[in-house]
């Protein structure tokens, strides 16, 4: 099984590695590919409750590639590492079948509660370069993350999101429109426009009360002489 599982990895990198020559090359040279082998052995100790093995044989694939996969993490079949060095994969964390993830991803949880705290990715999902996907919420199927986005929530399947926090600016591959944005942005500035013309109403009372006061008193309250005033 495990077998199965690293020759997945090995096809996986041939297929989607635009660089990768031979099955060879990869399974002997990269260290994305090392860091998923040493993990399948990890995650079978984790499994078998031998946690301090587990975690030595992680520690291990941590130093020889840079790559650090908690063993209790749960991978699927055919998942790239692309570059790898600065990867980190949280205990709770779950990858679907042919992900992709690039260097510098991070598969984190938020707050110190124990439990479920990391993120669960759907089947094709692929995360730029310096992602980093923190909480425990779910990633729909052919899902992108882009390079240095920052996802707090879940997404629906299909969805690519980009920026800190990400938002999703393509559903399928279509563009969401823009005008959206526009609306928003013109009911915004309305709000703001009509509170702007209140603030200058009232300046402008405050403004009639206060020549009342500076002008003894004389006055009525809209600034006119108050009647028998200067007689
Ligand atoms: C997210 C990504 C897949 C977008 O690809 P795409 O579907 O072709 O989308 P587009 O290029 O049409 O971009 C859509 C919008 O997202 C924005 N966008 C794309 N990538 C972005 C990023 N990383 N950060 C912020 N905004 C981004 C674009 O500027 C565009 O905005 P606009 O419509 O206001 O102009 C791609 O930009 C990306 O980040 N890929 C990761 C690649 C990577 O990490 N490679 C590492 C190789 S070592």
Redesign the pocket.
Known sequence: MILKDIWLDVKAVKARDPAARSSLEVLLLYQGVHALIWHRFAHWFYKHRLFFIARLISQLARFFTLIEIHPGATLGHGILI??GCGVVIGETAVVGDNCTI??GVTLGGVGLNKGKRHPTLGNNV?V??GAKILGSFEVGDNC?I????VLLKQLDNNV?A??IPARP??IDGV?IPKEDKKDEAMEYFCKMETRIKEMEQTIESLQQELSVYKNGGDHDKDGQPAAGAGE
């Open positions: 692309d570059h690039y260097q692929t730029g370069a992108t882009a390079a240095n986005a690519t980009v920026g600016v393509k563009p």
